[in-house]
């Protein structure tokens, strides 16, 4: 059996070595068009920070072995193509036409079974100057490698990248932090993080990227990246010119799927990637393909989507190895799992944001927020917020996103949720997981579940939910309609109520004897610093016979993450 | 409604508290025969280790509020009565018959629902000198108080633990790191932690306390405790004394159910707890029962188990609460998740360890062992241990461990495993399961991956594995039937094969050619560091025809944890 790859980065390079180990006789053929194969690409962002010294680090196995073209000629008796572009598929006469790079030399390369995992190429906004001299895409190592000798070699003042995902925001660390640059980011969306994030967290990871002194610009209509003799020396806005000398285009991927498209296969018109069936085969049976280039399903939407994802690529070339060696495996979808670090915060999430759950036709879709320490107060390391985007009507899980210091603590509720999130579990499943307690890693109850929690009393409707948004927005108006009652003591409360005349401060302690006397035609919002204490005395407002109850979801920690001011 | 609560730590407390937020108008009577109530405790090891500075820090709210009998009293409208014993119940008359412990007067209390969260009393073994000054054990904030004060007022000097479970462990680490005394620990069984950790887990742990300075004695024979003028003096053996001057029994607790099997309610002859169904109803339906001293299912093997552990009381409080005020929750079962830290160390699991789904007859029991960086090499905190415990014949997963250093990347992997086992899921569902990536957190496939994908290799029969104790046996044996094939680095092996004459290099790089010359006649044990390149090694040895290969599970890595030198 002859296996011909198409690109020898992650999917192609798992097809190939998984298929040998399989079955030791099979004839690989590995072809890429670059002299880089086989390398990490999520680690690029810390190569860029120095966490990695040399470029060569990614590109290594875990016992110091190069993964070169040799390594897998030789070591794993793959015959590697590097160089060398796979310009056609010949479906009917199954070959591949390649190009050798170097000598400009073509020829066919048979095949029983071919594998497409030619990735995915950037997305280059349409505006003028993306070929300045210092405007880069960070899509490969050789981008890279150009990006840290500028650094390195002190060519870089001031830093600009355009686009908040998560790239953009890595990258943003790497030049804020490591190199101690003044970094603009430039985002076209209101928010960071967009489609992947909800506003109520987005707006934290704002903040904090603003006190680590980034000079994060929303919703900018970028114009033209200006340069000045061929060099790149700032970016223009609709509202502003923000200089820089290198700017980085992290504007996002999509599939490359011109060979695929080339040789008739079904590509999807709506996601551009290449339509696979759960096997990990195309149109054509005889041709897999997988990784940045494929559709695949997204669990939730039950729709195709692009998921350009190392992790996926890599669970997919072992699928497409299975299969082709004779067995049966399957990759059935997605529910598009992330995580990330961005300076001192761990961002991650799966599942759809309320945001997309609305567009997507849940309209029913409303979410529970949770503010708390991940771990027991005496091994804290400060606030972590959870989000639990739900269908208030048939209380289905649609989403998670969390954000928190930079432990481990945020990878172990996104693996949780996760990891079940594929069985679309109701909210009572999630309050009913069983999560490993100590108080070193987490609480009694694990954030996890208090979110369940305060998801259920909104399905139960033991609470109204009000947003902070709502509240501050009143507050300018002055609305006289609505009464702030702090629970907190009120040495958290400082001058606040003073500043404010509608914000009044009964403690907690005091609450349950002194809300009888409370106005009953107002709109009584509930506020403490995270929601728990206010839940409660709402509940004792509702028994009183009270209509009006609001609890501010979040407490007041949440605005004051978002940077502001009381 | 008139709603009598008995026990007032974790899940007495919680259920009082949400059952009040569901019906502000229930009465809720709160009984205890202790003065301290609702505290945390599994946070009484880090009193001992002073990350707890104060006792009322694990009894205070994260709002800083003390959680005592007036502060349930008042604040949340609860009739709590400390320092008062329930002695009997008269389910005919539905009264609790309790006496104050300070005046020594007896009151009858009615009930509408009644709810036993009596907790679990320790097990005290059946030795001699348990009752000598300076012998505790660590049941309750009193008893933590207690040996606080001996260790601050500098009088003790050898500490001795006895029992190296949970909190065995955890208060090794007390004695040892925070106060920085020569520990001893004894253990009936030949490892610590037993039932929970296979002994390849368990002896990394050992050899981890070792280097940390404790004296660990494994199957320890217990004779005596020995005292003089009533204190103390040390601890005898079978093979030895043991000198010491503070003795922990760390044996185990057992449910407390004197009050219900006195009440006639169903009491489990196998396990002593309390018979309770899924909505935590005791064979009684207006008295439920949780926390400590119940029977709950065991997911895996479907029998009736006691696990105290704080969090399923915790959650199966709020079950009560909710079944209570006309809701309808359950309570389902356990699959007995657990974390904890010890010294530099995190500890975790969900399941039935190896011994223990054997005992239980799943015949076809094995496991899968990964030993890995849980990060990218340039986030690395050194290597981690997962282990997969599965029946090969159905190829469900059966249990779950995993040794690391101290990050909550064991809680990652304990959380993504735990949520998904009570679905009994194959080796291929956690192969499939989507998790999120990104170098500073985990690898590409993360190691629950990793661990499956050794696990189906083992499944599929594509290598056979052996254990490094059969490895070791022969080696001492010289048995000469066996050849270890090194596949390291020629650095890496240094001069092991000088030492062995059974035990050869040929690196991984080279094998591919090499390995064709080897006796066909030989056991071929194929090693490296941590079994990849060994896994490989072996499928070009199987590819050759030879017949008796065999991989070493964890690779060398495993045994040099375990502090054996070669």
């Not at 405007?135 to 150009?146: M, P």
């Not at 991927?253 to 290449?274: D, H, Y």
Request: aromatic share 8%.
């Amino acid at each position: 059996m002859r296996v011909v790859i198409i690109g020898a980065v992650a999917c192609g390079t798992k097809t190939a070595c998984r298929l040998k180990r399989l079955r030791p006789d099979a004839e690989i053929v590995l072809i890429d068009k670059d002299e880089f194969i086989s390398y990490g690409g999520c680690g690029m962002p810390y190569y860029l920070t120095e966490d990695v010294s040399h470029i060569d680090e990614l590109r290594r196995t875990i016992f110091y072995v190069l993964r070169d073209e040799k390594f897998f000629q030789e070591i794993k008796g793959i015959t590697t193509l590097t160089k060398t572009l796979a310009e056609e598929i010949d479906r009917k006469k199954k070959v591949v036409k390649v190009r050798y790079l170097e000598s400009g030399k073509m020829e066919e390369i048979p095949y029983d079974k071919l594998v497409i995992a030619t990735g995915s190429v950037p997305k280059i906004p349409p505006i003028p100057g993306v070929n300045l001299d210092g405007v880069f895409t960070l899509s490969n190592l050789h981008d890279a490698i150009k990006i840290k000798e500028r650094l390195v070699s002190k060519k870089v003042e001031r830093p600009l990248v355009i686009g908040a995902g998560f790239i953009g925001l890595e990258v943003v660390e790497a030049f804020g932090e490591s190199w101690e640059l003044p970094v603009t980011l430039l985002e076209y969306f209101p928010q960071v993080l967009p489609r992947f994030i909800d506003p109520f967290i987005s707006r934290i990871i704002e903040n904090h990227l603003k006190t680590k002194g980034v000079n994060v610009v929303l919703n900018a209509r970028i114009k033209e990246i200006v340069g000045e003799n061929g060099k790149v020396k700032g970016v223009r806005t609709e509202n502003g010119f923000y200089p820089a000398d290198l700017v980085l285009l992290a504007t996002g991927v999509k599939p490359n799927t011109e060979l695929a498209k080339k040789a008739g296969l079904f590509v999807s018109p709506n996601t551009e990637g290449i339509v696979v069936n759960e096997r990990m085969q195309t149109s054509d049976p005889d041709i897999y393909a997988g990784g940045d280039c494929v559709e695949i399903k997204h669990l939730i939407t039950g729709k195709g989507v692009v998921m350009p994802m190392g992790s996926l690529a890599n669970r997919q070339g072992r699928v497409i190895a299975t299969n082709i060696a004779g067995g049966k495996a399957t990759f059935k979808g997605t529910v598009g799992a992330f995580i990330l670090k961005c300076f001192d915060m761990a961002i991650g999430g799966c599942g759809l944001s309320l945001e997309i759950a609305l567009s997507e036709g849940f309209k029913d879709a409303t979410y529970a927020l949770n503010i708390q320490h991940e771990r027991a107060h005496f091994f804290s390391t400060g606030y972590s917020y959870y989000s639990l985007v739900f269908d208030k009507r048939t209380t289905k899980v649609l989403g998670f996103q969390t954000v928190g210091p930079f432990t481990d603590g945020t990878l172990a509720r996104v693996h949780a949720i996760s990891s079940i999130l594929p069985s679309t579990p109701t909210i009572e499943e999630i309050s009913s997981l069983e999560l490993p307690y100590s108080p070193p890693f987490n609480t009694a109850l694990d954030p996890i579940h208090v979110t369940s929690f305060i998801a259920e009393n909104i399905i139960y409707e033991r609470f109204k939910p009000i947003a902070w948004d709502e509240i501050i927005e009143r507050l300018k108006k002055k609305d006289d309609k609505m009464l702030i009652i702090d629970v907190r003591n009120p040495n958290e409360v400082k001058d606040i109520t003073q500043k404010y005349p509608n914000w009044i401060n009964i403690p907690y302690q005091e609450a349950r004897r002194k809300i009888k006397d409370l106005p009953r035609d107002k709109d009584l919002v509930v506020v403490c610093s995270v929601g728990a204490r206010a839940y409660e005395a709402a509940r004792w407002l509702i028994n009183e016979g009270f209509k009006n109850v609001y609890v501010a979801l979040g407490g007041i920690i949440l605005p004051k993450s978002w940077g502001v001011e009381f």
